[in-house]
């Protein structure tokens, strides 16, 4: 009996264990591929980043004002160190990725003002549910001088339980032609 008991317990900690750790992803056609360190962004056009700014986006291949960003639609950003009171330009060239990282963000709702209310339970009252995106950013490092940060894409926002990260395909999409993430596998190829 005591033996039975022991192998259960170091099953549940295996399983707990490694229910814990992110399993990684490596075919860049999966919905949860993130590209890893060492693959590229290749920015193939001239970017301009508006004065005040640090970030430039993108959406549907466009560059696009942040105040026409569709959160409900793949979207991307590059980043730039410095605030300029003039236009600033990521110009074209390869950047490598440092470090990837996937987060969550959320938008909370605002919930109108009550006075009093005869509600007593939450789940009669939705105001507060959040709306959520899965968020994969990129630290990019230059091999001669340059501005340029970081690229971020956000995937569609949605409810907690519905959100996924952008795939390679939707990023790719988002960037157009001003912009290229090539993987490990691609870069090889291409030389």
């Not at 709306?131 to 940060?149: H, I, K, N, Y």
């Amino acid at each position: 009996m005591q033996q039975a008991s022991r192998i259960v317990v170091s099953m549940l900690l295996l399983i707990t264990t490694h229910g814990c750790s992110r399993l990684t992803v490596t075919d860049p056609n999966a919905l949860y591929f993130v590209p890893p360190p060492g693959s590229q962004v290749v920015v193939k056009q001239r970017l301009e980043v508006p004065p005040g700014m640090t970030r430039v986006y993108l959406q549907h291949g466009k560059v696009i004002p942040k105040s026409a960003r569709n959160d409900y639609a793949v979207n991307c950003n590059f980043e730039i160190n410095t605030v300029s009171d003039a236009p600033r330009h990521i110009e074209p060239g390869e950047y490598i990725v440092s470090r990837s990282q996937r987060r969550t963000d959320s938008i909370v709702g605002l919930e109108p003002v009550r006075v009093a209310s005869l509600v007593s339970s939450m789940m009669e009252r939705d105001g507060g549910t959040p709306l959520m995106f899965e968020e994969l950013r990129f630290t990019l490092t230059a091999t001669s001088p340059s501005d340029l940060r970081e690229l971020a894409c956000r995937g569609v926002m949605s409810f907690p339980a519905e959100i996924v990260p952008p795939t390679l395909a939707e990023m790719r999409r988002a960037l157009g032609d001003y912009a290229e993430i090539r993987v490990p596998g691609e870069i090889s190829l291409l030389h």
